[in-house]
């Protein structure tokens, strides 16, 4: 047997005993997934992070552990997921903040919301409901602007704090309207909503699931959805865009995001299993008590395009606020 023949015979057995490509591609996922909640414990993003990842983890086939980075409105956990390992084990559930807003509000953010993340699905976005005390002599939202401008400077709006998206809300609003609504600022949804109450202020633009509890018992009066779209919580209320501000449009988007240059293949396992797992009974029922309102594109270059389109909105936005975080 000459040399060259049983080179031909070695090469002919080492294909026989080769694997095939696919087994030897590492399996996805072979260990747990770790989902990162920007936000402390027991909030409603908290929440939902913990439903959607006890149905994702059934659906993987590996547990998907909630970690919580809290502080500086989500950005503490938005940096620590942009500076993971880009390998598809480490996740983020985002909000508007740490995803648009903070990237006009922070002056030195260590991530950006657009370059940092692969984005995976957006899960929904929830509507704001413009409310006003019962005390203020408006039904929906014409008279209130007419209200505001026939007497200048007298209505005021709360927020749950400078830079979140309920007082946005009222900034974007000023500017569409014409109106000047003074802001007044507190610390939390919770303090806001109490003073609104009182009668202390005259009105939020606060989440529709905090604001249809009072709404329902007269507490507070409905003018208008802040969405493009009607909620389907509060179907007959029609929105502040319905109602001559065409082009006004305000929400808390939710986000399912990736360090940036996670492998291709991943970020589609990965949507295929949100996916999966939002169409699951018992999560959509979740969701919709919350009052979410389903995206209406699942794909991931849908929430990279929204995204994008966020974080430009928010920032005129901000800037026109004058609102700024060092």
Request: hydrophobic share 40%.
């Amino acid at each position: 047997m000459n040399r060259r023949h049983v080179l031909r015979v070695l090469a002919t057995t080492a294909g026989l005993f080769a694997l095939p490509t696919w087994a030897k591609e590492e399996s996805y996922p072979n260990r747990p997934v770790t989902l990162v909640i920007p936000y402390p414990p027991g909030g409603p993003t908290d929440a939902m992070g913990r439903v959607l990842a006890s149905t994702l983890s059934d659906i993987l086939g590996q547990i998907v552990i909630v970690e919580n980075r809290a502080g500086a409105n989500g950005n503490i956990g938005a940096e620590a997921v942009a500076r993971a390992n880009p390998d598809g084990y480490t996740l983020m559930l985002g909000t508007s903040g740490p995803l648009a807003i903070n990237a006009s509000l922070y002056k030195n953010l260590g991530y950006d919301p657009v370059k940092s993340y692969d984005p995976i699905i957006q899960v929904g976005y929830l509507p704001n409901i413009l409310v006003v005390h019962p005390s203020v002599p408006a039904t929906n939202v014409k008279e209130l602007v007419a209200l505001s401008k026939a007497k200048p400077g007298t209505l005021s709006y709360a927020s749950s704090g400078s830079g979140a998206s309920s007082h946005l809300a009222g900034v974007l609003f000023n500017s569409v309207a014409g109106t000047d609504f003074l802001h007044i600022p507190y610390k939390g949804t919770g303090p806001a909503l109490n003073d609104l109450l009182g009668g202390q202020v005259s009105m939020s633009f606060t989440d529709v699931l905090t604001a249809i509890p009072h709404i329902q018992s007269g507490r507070l009066r409905a003018l208008g959805v802040t969405t493009a779209s009607r909620s389907r919580a509060l179907p007959d209320l029609p929105t502040i865009a319905e109602q001559g501000y065409e082009g006004y449009d305000v929400s808390v988007f939710f986000g399912i995001v990736a360090p940036a240059h996670t492998p291709p293949d991943r970020v589609a396992r990965l949507n295929e299993a949100l996916q999966r797992t939002l169409q699951n009974e018992k999560v959509r029922e979740f969701l919709d008590k919350q009052g979410l309102e389903s995206a209406p594109d699942l794909a991931p270059e849908a929430l990279g395009a929204f995204v994008f389109q966020e974080r430009d909105k928010w920032a005129k936005v901000v800037a026109d606020s004058g609102a700024g975080i060092d």
